[in-house]
């Protein structure tokens, strides 16, 4: 999960025909607009005016700056983002796009392929895999910003590939992330019982 990374491949290929793919694809309730850096710098500007187009390397060389992001201004900063039609996507679409990138349907196979080797190389693992046996495979990727505590990913369940997308959104900064990440971990192992249930046992 490398920020610097999709934000040089955004700049290359432009945020518009990202999201002319994902229509093309004929997923309609997701969207990219910015690069990370971009909805970082938006979201400590909902904090406070000064760190309006401030470069991230300028705002970690500079501490005087983060003393100004108080609890009620990163408060402030968390409500505005969720407000934020930009750069969203509903979880029914995510899983849908996961879907078709395991079938290969998202890009040529090969490719498709390569996405699915990369999520396998997920390393926080506190989320979806959180509450499931040891052993168990999930191709992922997880999410953080502001309110925002998400995982997505694939979950290999015996024979079966499931796609699943879950997000959870705090209602305020008194419920902490690992609180977040604990329902997340529940829902996952639901959703990891009812594929691998076989039923009660023969008599």
């Known amino acids: 999960s490398d920020n610097e990374a999709t934000d040089i491949l955004l700049e290359r290929v432009g945020a518009a025909n990202v999201t002319a793919t994902l229509r093309a694809l004929g997923l309609e309730d997701i969207r990219v607009d910015r690069p990370t850096?971009?909805?970082?710098?938006?979201?400590?500007?909902?904090?406070?005016?000064?760190?309006?187009?401030?470069?991230?390397?300028?705002?970690?060389?500079?501490d005087r700056f983060f003393e100004r992001l108080t609890p009620e201004r990163r408060e402030q900063a968390n409500r505005a983002l969720a407000q934020d039609r930009r750069d969203v996507s509903s979880p029914r679409a995510m899983a849908e796009l996961l879907a078709k990138i395991y079938r290969g349907e998202a890009a040529s196979p090969e490719s498709?392929?390569?996405?699915?080797?990369m999520l396998h190389r997920q390393q926080f693992t506190h989320r979806i895999p959180r509450k499931l046996p040891v052993g168990v495979r999930v191709a992922h990727k997880t999410g953080t910003?502001?309110?925002?505590?998400?995982?997505?990913?694939?979950?290999y369940v015996g024979n079966h590939h499931v796609a699943l997308a879950i997000f959870a959104l705090k209602v305020s900064t008194s419920v902490t992330t690992e609180?977040?990440?604990?329902?997340?971990?529940?829902?996952?192992?639901?959703?990891y019982d009812y594929f691998a249930y076989t039923g009660p046992p023969a008599r």
Not at 112 to 117: D, F, H, L, S, T
Not at 145 to 155: E, K, P, S, W
């Open 37 to 62: 850096a971009g909805l970082i710098g938006d979201w400590l500007t909902y904090a406070h005016e000064d760190f309006r187009e401030k470069s991230p390397g300028f705002l970690l060389g500079n």
């Open 112 to 117: 498709c392929k390569q996405m699915v080797e």
């Open 145 to 155: 910003i502001g309110y925002t505590v998400n995982d997505a990913g694939i979950l």
């Open 179 to 191: 609180e977040a990440e604990e329902r997340i971990g529940t829902i996952a192992r639901a959703i």
